[in-house]
C-alpha cells in the first residue's frame, strides 16, 4: 500500500510536470512524507501524500496515509499462558483541510479527518495481550480500533508579517481496543469510545530582525480524565548568514501526576542558498501515566529518552525535500506489581528513526 | 500543587515573554533573515513538521488525544 501511494504521488507529480497546470482552476502543490521507527523488535511506518489546492483566497488539502505496525510480541517469563507472536497490522487515514482568507489579515480554518486501525504499538501489544488470555470467552471482542475527527479555527496576522495568533478547537471521537479485568463475575470490558476535546492557542512573533519564536499553549479534555495542560515554547535564531539555532522547550501535566518535560537545540548550516545540514539533539522524561485508553494497570511507567537527528534539506524552485536519520534511546523505570507483565512492552530500547519529506510545486 | 504544575507554568512564562517582545514588531524590509527557510515555522514536510510517530515513545508531547495545530504560519 505505502509503494502504491508512493507510485500514485510520483505519477501525480510527473503527470503535472507541465508549466501552469492547474486543477479545478487551482494551483496545485504536491507533499509527500514518510517516516520510519524501528528497534529490534518494534518496526512503525507511516507515510502521507497530500495535494493542495489554492484558489487564492480559499485553499484545500486532501491527505491520504497509510501507516504499519509490527511488533514481536513476547510474554514475560512468568507468564505460563502467553505465547511468542509477531503481530502485523496497518491503517489507513484520510484528511481534508481548508483554509479561507475572511480578511486581509484573518484566516478560517477547517478540517475533518479519519482513521481505521491501531495507532499505537503500545495498543497493539497490550491487545495481543489481552487476546492470548481472554479470546473466546464470553465478553471478549476483537479489536477493531479507529477514530474520526474535526476541527475548526482563525488566525490573525495582528502585526503585518510579524505577528500571528491562532487559536483552534478540535474533537475527536475514537474507538480504542479494551482492555479487560476477570473477576468472579465474569470478564469486565473497559471503556471502548472516548472523547477528546482540545483547545489550542498559539503565537507566532519576529521579535527581531534574527529571532523568530512561537508559543503554544495547549489544553485537552478526554473522556474519563483529568485535563491535560501543555505549553511549549520554540525559537530561530539566525548567527549570521549560514548558521541557524533551532530550540524548543515544552512540558505537559495532568492532574494527579503526570508531568512531562522536553527539549533542545538544533543547529543548521547553510551550505547554498538551495541546500542546509542540519544537527540536534533532544532531551525528554515524564512522570509515567496515569491511565490509559485502556486499563490503569497497564499504565507506562516513568520514561526518559535522548534523541539525536543529522540531516540535510534542499529548497528548490519546484522540488524541495528533507532526510533526516537518527537514533532515540528511550529507558523506563521498573515495572511494579501491577504492572510486570508489561515488562517486555516498557523495556529499554535503541531506535532507529527516519524521516523523508518533500514539496512539488506543479 | 505547585510542584506539579512548574513545569508548565514556567513555559507560559518564557511564552508570555515572547510574545510581549514580539509586540514591537519588525518591517516586512528587514526580515530576510527570519523569512529564510531555516527558519520558518511550517507543518511543510519538508520544512521539518514534527513526526508523528514520536509521540508513541513520549507520550507527554502530545497535549492529549486530537491533535492541535501545530504552527501558525502555516499556509
Known amino acids: 500500500m505505502k509503494r502504491i501511494l508512493t507510485l500514485a504521488f510520483l505519477a501525480a507529480a510527473a503527470a503535472a510536470g507541465e508549466p501552469e497546470r492547474r486543477i479545478f482552476g487551482a494551483t496545485p502543490t504536491a507533499e509527500f512524507g514518510t517516516e520510519l521507527l524501528r528497534s529490534s523488535d518494534i518496526t512503525l511506518t507511516q507515510a502521507a501524500d497530500t495535494l493542495r489546492l489554492d484558489w487564492g483566497e480559499t485553499e484545500a488539502a486532501l491527505t491520504i496515509g497509510f501507516n504499519t505496525l509490527a511488533i514481536d510480541y513476547a510474554p ?28 486581509p489579515w484573518l484566516e478560517l480554518l477547517a478540517g475533518l479527518g479519519a482513521q481505521d486501525g491501531f495507532d499505537s504499538y503500545r ?25 474520526a475527527a474535526f476541527s475548526a479555527g482563525a488566525r490573525w496576522e495582528y502585526r503585518p508579517s510579524s505577528g500571528f495568533v491562532q487559536l483552534g478547537y478540535s474533537r475527536a471521537q475514537t474507538e480504542v481496543a479494551p482492555g479487560y479485568e476477570i473477576d468472579f463475575d465474569g470478564l469486565r470490558r473497559g471503556a471502548e469510545t472516548l472523547v477528546t476535546d482540545s483547545v489550542n492557542l498559539a503565537f507566532e512573533n519576529v521579535v527581531t530582525p534574527r529571532l523568530r519564536t512561537r508559543a503554544d499553549l495547549r489544553f485537552a479534555s478526554t473522556s474519563e480524565r483529568d485535563p491535560r495542560w501543555g505549553a511549549e515554547v520554540s525559537c ?54 496515569i491511565e490509559n485508553a485502556l ?53 529499554d530500547r535503541h531506535w532507529l528513526t527516519l524521516r523523508a519529506g518533500g514539496s512539488w510545486k506543479f | 500543587m505547585m510542584r506539579i504544575r512548574l513545569p508548565v507554568s514556567f513555559c507560559v512564562l518564557i511564552a508570555t515573554v515572547l510574545i510581549l517582545g514580539g509586540c514591537a514588531g519588525v518591517p516586512a524590509a528587514q526580515q530576510r533573515l527570519v523569512s529564510r527557510p531555516g527558519m520558518l515555522f511550517s507543518d511543510a514536510p519538508h520544512l521539518g513538521a514534527r513526526g508523528a510517530l514520536a509521540a508513541q515513545i513520549e507520550p507527554g508531547r502530545a497535549a492529549g488525544g486530537a491533535q492541535a495545530a501545530g504552527c501558525t504560519a502555516c499556509r
Do not use: C, M
Not at chain 1, 514475560?76 to 481534508?96: C, K, M, P, Y
Not at chain 1, 470467552?137 to 480500533?145: F, H, L, V
Not at chain 1, 533542545?264 to 512522570?287: H, M, N, S
Not at chain 1, 507506562?300 to 528548490?316: L, M, T, Y
Open chain 1, 76 to 103: 514475560t517469563a512468568f507468564d505460563l499462558f502467553g505465547q511468542e507472536r509477531g503481530r502485523r497490522e496497518s491503517a489507513v487515514s484520510a484528511q481534508v483541510a481548508l483554509r479561507h482568507r475572511a480578511g
Open chain 1, 123 to 147: 495498543a497493539l501489544w497490550l491487545d495481543e495481550y489481552f487476546s492470548q488470555r481472554f479470546a473466546g470467552r464470553p465478553g471478549y471482542r476483537r479489536a477493531k480500533p479507529r477514530n
Open chain 1, 236 to 289: 530561530r535564531y539566525a548567527l549570521g548568514e549560514r548558521w541557524i539555532v533551532r530550540a524548543e522547550a515544552g512540558a505537559s501535566d495532568e492532574r494527579p501526576t503526570f508531568r512531562a518535560q522536553y527539549g533542545g537545540p538544533e543547529l543548521e548550516f547553510v551550505v547554498t542558498e538551495t541546500l542546509a545540514f542540519f544537527a540536534g539533539g533532544q532531551l525528554y522524561r515524564d512522570t509515567g501515566e
Open chain 1, 295 to 347: 486499563l490503569f494497570t497497564s499504565a507506562a511507567p516513568a520514561a526518559r529518552s535522548q534523541r539525536a537527528e543529522i540531516g540535510v534539506r534542499r529548497d528548490g524552485e519546484t522540488l524541495s525535500w528533507r532526510v533526516a536519520v537518527g537514533t532515540v534511546r528511550s529507558d523506563f523505570a521498573p515495572t511494579n506489581r501491577d504492572t510486570d507483565f508489561f515488562q517486555n512492552l516498557y523495556r
